[in-house]
């Protein structure tokens, strides 16, 4: 079966309304966010690092590992799949053309490049390398085989550089440059989402769950211009927490408080994709 219609229903959740893109982290997390009824799926670099027992964030994950996870992500589900492929795994352009080039060919329907150097010591790319950056990667996406999309993000506020003015400059920048889609996580406030979706329109705009100064339910951020919300690596942590929780009491021995809100085996084995 082609992947075309499922990418192009991909980009059609992008054209009107506002959707949820919950991020998985392996092939059985998206089996349990499918079964819920999302209308497609993300990936986490965060999930994925501490799935591999690394950090996030450090280029501790590479192109390979990064691209097999979303390759199984998809296999997984029959759902689109947009990979977040950090900053492209390499400096230059075509290190991010290759990647998304790569990523199509993965049985992807998108994925996001960041503005991102992974150098604490100057982790932002200068303005025209980011912005050049992105337009690879939008010439290898539009001579996909698929309606590949792009989502470019913007990563100030993220790494201690609270700037809206460049982060509003380098979005619109990017939009004219290719990309599909604009991501700037962790803006502050509404007014700064706002502000991003006027800068960009008509291109839709991911905000990361939503403004940091208080979160709003979907319906709030849908009816500010938003077309999607995502949520990193929120349910990979929201897993492990549990992890932890949990074997916190069994660590104290107290057996019955563990397991007395534990999900039942048979509950996720139905989920689960029997083999062929």
Not at 32 to 60: E, K, Q, Y
Not at 67 to 96: F, K, M, Q
Not at 99 to 106: E, N, P, Y
């Amino acid at each position: 079966m082609t992947l075309a219609p499922t990418a192009e229903q991909f980009r059609s959740l992008h054209r009107t309304g506002c959707f949820v893109l919950p991020n998985a982290w392996d092939a059985g997390s998206s089996r349990l966010l499918a079964s819920l009824g999302f209308p497609a799926i993300a990936t986490t670099s965060a999930g994925l690092a501490f799935m591999l027992g690394r950090r996030d964030g450090v280029a501790a994950v590479s192109r390979a590992e990064a691209l097999a996870n979303a390759g199984d992500i998809a296999a997984a589900t029959d759902l689109p799949v947009s990979a977040d492929l950090e900053d492209g795994y390499g400096p230059t352009p075509e290190d991010c053309a290759t990647t998304v080039r790569l990523a199509a060919a993965a049985g992807l329907c998108g994925c996001t490049i960041e503005d991102t150097t992974a150098d604490p010591a100057s982790p932002i790319h200068a303005f025209d390398a980011a912005v050049a950056r992105v337009r690879a990667a939008a010439r290898a996406a539009r001579a996909a085989p698929i309606p590949f999309m792009l989502t470019a993000r913007a990563e100030n506020y993220l790494h201690g550089r609270p700037d809206l003015d460049d982060t509003v400059r380098r979005l619109v920048a990017f939009a004219e440059a290719g990309a599909d889609c604009l991501y700037a996580p962790a803006l502050p406030d509404m007014a700064s989402i706002r502000t991003v979706i006027a800068a960009v329109a008509p291109r839709p705009v991911n905000v990361l769950i939503g403004p940091r100064d208080g979160l709003l339910n979907a319906e709030s951020l849908a009816e500010a211009g938003v077309r999607r919300i995502s949520v990193g690596g929120a349910l990979a942590r929201a897993a492990y927490g549990e992890m932890l929780r949990v074997a916190g009491l069994l660590r104290g021995g107290n057996l019955p408080a563990a397991m007395s809100d534990i999900v039942a085996h048979d509950t996720i084995q139905n989920l689960m994709r029997p083999q062929p």
